[in-house]
């Protein structure tokens, strides 16, 4: 069974301060990996998908990248509106459309 | 920007009443899904449905469970009894692209959710 598991649960950081958030991941073959941000009280938003070991995504504060193993989401002097939850999930290559969704972590960013 | 649009935002219901979930998805979209969310844990898989039929389902996803596309517009999740367990959000996603396709593939646009309380 495909397993996803991130951490930390929780990270706080001030304003600037950058850091990584870790997806590591079981799965017989990776289709996708995927990253999604969900505010309190709402549905995930898509951020990135990776496909393949060495491959890296940017999208303004944000850098995603993937090993064979893990995946990183780097956050770089981040901003209080960077604080949310923060989700990686995983699509088998051998499945249909079945996500598989770790828990998240949630990411404070204090002014 | 184009968006998944669910309704209710709240549902509170009382143990073995039936609930319809509504959910008007992205409309050029062709893949359709049903996630749930238990507070404080995390976001899992129910069901998908494609061509007027469901093409993947989770184990969570038995009898009393169904869905529908009555129209060109909307799509339904019931659940036919609910139970204290069902209590969770539920996320209404579409998706455009052929699972494992190109760029873009299996990006879910997810819906706001509807809240279920059973009592």
């Known amino acids: 069974e495909d397993q996803v598991t991130q951490s930390p649960e929780a990270l706080r950081l001030q304003e600037g301060e950058s850091s990584s958030l870790n997806c590591s991941y079981t799965v017989s073959g990776l289709r996708g990996l995927f990253w999604y941000r969900q505010d309190p009280g709402k549905g995930p938003e898509f951020l990135f998908t990776l496909y393949s070991a060495g491959e890296e995504k940017e999208k303004e504060r944000l850098k995603a990248t993937l090993t064979k193993k893990e995946s990183f989401l780097h956050i770089t002097a981040p901003k209080p509106e960077d604080s949310a939850t923060y989700l990686c999930?995983?699509?088998?290559?051998?499945?249909?459309?079945?996500?598989?969704f770790g828990t998240g972590t949630k990411l404070q960013v204090i002014p | 920007e184009p968006e998944v649009t669910q309704t209710p935002s709240h549902q509170v219901t009382q143990m073995g009443q039936e609930v319809i979930l509504r959910c008007v998805p992205i409309s050029n979209h062709l893949y359709f899904y049903w996630y749930r969310q238990i507070l404080g844990q995390k976001v899992e898989f129910l069901v998908s449905f494609y061509n007027n039929e469901i093409s993947e389902k989770s184990e969570i996803f038995d009898d009393q469970f169904s869905v529908e596309r009555p129209d060109g517009s909307n799509f339904t999740l019931k659940i036919r009894s609910t139970k204290l367990e069902d209590s969770a959000m539920y996320f209404c996603?579409?998706?455009?692209?052929?699972?494992?396709?190109?760029?873009?593939?299996?990006?879910?646009?997810f819906g706001a959710g509807s809240r279920l309380t059973v009592l």
């Open positions: 999930a995983v699509l088998n290559a051998g499945g249909y459309q079945k996500v598989t």
């Open positions: 996603a579409s998706s455009a692209q052929t699972p494992g396709q190109g760029p873009g593939a299996n990006v879910l646009t």
